[in-house]
């Protein structure tokens, strides 16, 4: 289901959001029984817009984006689910989300792909009411509105990172080499490194400041993985974001 369609927060460029997996569960173990939100270009495949940069539009500065000088990508999602998710867009098969639209799934994933932070918050807010639960990552937390704290962790890559994002009253998120631990951190429950003790969707301490459970939950931390993992490099720093577009 499309829940929105219009211009990236950051650079005005068309974007469409997308739902999936509300109605039945979904093929990833880790996550379990939660509908899934794409953030994809209108415009452009999304294997496109990564070689060319142009998903900057929908993820922004994240250092896991395809780096130009050496092709390298972190990012662990598979190009394979955005670019099926933009043929069926294109094919014109998913139909607009409704007041009367059905969502047997109890958990939102909040950002499966792209950025939650590229689209405006009131949309996720009229979204995430559909739900229970949710877990949700933006690697904006610098520049986006401090609201989406309320739902989504802030992506971190060094200590200094850690420290800005408390001050702006997020919780946060830091992928880690195999190597490392980080102090006031603990490990995803769901990973394989925790023995996969649940899934996300019965775990939800990623869900931002929203507390599900009695008392604040820890900054969350996991072991590099996916299909970028061998690229990456702790502690790498931001990209700089050169122009941006705050929708009213």
Request: aromatic share 10%.
């Amino acid at each position: 289901m499309i829940f929105y369609e219009g211009t990236s927060q950051l650079d005005g460029q068309p974007i469409v959001g997308i739902m999936t997996g509300h109605r039945k569960p979904s093929s990833n173990p880790k996550t379990g029984f939660m509908a899934q939100t794409w953030i994809i270009r209108q415009d452009i495949h999304p294997s496109t817009a990564i070689k060319s940069g142009e998903d900057y539009s929908i993820c922004g500065d994240c250092v896991h984006r395809r780096d130009p000088a050496t092709g390298k990508r972190t990012c662990y999602v598979n190009q394979m689910g955005p670019a099926a998710v933009y043929r069926t867009y294109k094919a014109g098969k998913y139909k607009n989300l409704s007041p009367r639209s059905l969502t047997y799934a109890r958990s939102l994933r909040v950002g499966a792909y792209g950025d939650p932070a590229m689209i405006p918050l009131d949309v996720w807010q009229s979204l995430l009411s559909r739900f229970d639960r949710w877990t949700g990552y933006t690697h904006q937390w610098q520049w986006c509105d401090p609201a989406y704290a309320k739902f989504c962790m802030a992506s971190v890559e060094s200590d200094e990172d850690q420290r800005l994002a408390e001050d702006l009253g997020y919780r946060c998120f830091r992928v880690r080499s195999c190597h490392d631990k980080h102090d006031g951190f603990i490990t995803c429950p769901a990973s394989e490194e925790a023995g996969k003790r649940t899934t996300c969707e019965r775990c939800t301490l990623c869900a931002g400041n929203f507390d599900h459970k009695s008392g604040r939950p820890p900054h969350i931390q996991i072991t590099v993985h996916g299909v970028g993992a061998s690229s990456f490099q702790e502690g790498a720093s931001h990209r700089t974001i050169t122009h941006r577009v705050v929708q009213a």
